[in-house]
Structure formats: structure tokens, C-alpha cells
């Protein structure tokens, strides 16, 4: 089994920061990459920004300069640091593995529960 547990969303006022926080555990054989989805009520669930382990990393266009993604050492575990935060970055967010688990020879996609991120304006 596979989990991916996030923590960090909350509610922020115009112009602040959150970090968001997910790590993935279990049985985990490869890590292809991890990254962050948001889904804001109505609309679909979209990409963020995802960093491939050991390449780059790609970051929603509106998102860019503002957001970070980066990865703990070694591990599989990614940190979201938002900054100037806007109102329309209100949303649930979820982290996304792409993992291949151990005895097996498939990768899945792997998702958190999601975290509440609130701006206010």
C-alpha cells in the first residue's frame, strides 16, 4: 500500500504565504515524480506544479514566481511554498504521486485527501 498525507493548507488573507507539505510512504519501489493539483468549487481539478525527480519542474503559468515546489533530500516528500497568496488560488489542493510500488512493475498515480487553502480578500 501506498499513501500520500499532506498537511499546511488554512486560511490566509491577500498577500500572505502557506506551505503546504506531502509525503508519500509505504511501499514504494520508484518515484517518478510528486506534485500539487487544486480544485476550486465548479471547476476541475488542475496542475499546479510537479517536479520530476531528477528533472525539472513545471509550475502553472499564473502560479510562477509566486509558488515553489521543492523536494526533501532523497525522500519523497515535497514542500508547496506559496507566496502572495490571491484570492483566486482558493481551492483544495492535492498531491499527486507517480510511484511504482514495490513488487510490481506499473506505475500509479497516487493521491492525497486534499487541504483547504482560503485566501481572503
Known amino acids: 500500500q501506498v499513501q500520500l498525507v499532506e498537511s499546511g493548507g488554512g486560511l490566509v488573507q491577500t498577500g500572505g504565504s502557506l506551505r503546504l507539505s506531502c509525503a508519500a510512504s509505504?511501499?514504494?519501489?520508484?518515484?517518478?515524480?510528486m506534485g500539487w493539483y487544486r480544485q476550486a468549487p465548479g471547476n476541475q481539478r488542475g496542475l499546479v506544479a510537479v517536479?520530476?525527480?531528477?528533472?525539472?519542474?513545471t509550475y502553472l503559468p499564473s502560479v510562477r514566481g509566486r509558488f515553489t515546489l521543492s523536494r526533501e533530500n532523497g525522500k519523497n516528500t515535497v514542500f508547496l511554498q506559496m507566496n502572495s497568496l490571491k484570492p483566486e488560488d482558493t481551492a483544495v489542493y492535492y498531491c499527486?504521486?507517480?510511484?511504482?510500488?514495490?513488487?510490481?512493475?506499473?506505475?500509479?498515480?497516487?493521491w492525497g485527501q486534499g487541504t483547504q487553502v482560503t485566501v481572503s480578500s
Open positions: 509505504g511501499l514504494i519501489s520508484h518515484t517518478s515524480s
Open positions: 517536479m520530476i525527480f531528477g528533472g525539472a519542474t
Open positions: 499527486k504521486g507517480n510511484i511504482k510500488p514495490i513488487g510490481t512493475d506499473y506505475w500509479t498515480d497516487y
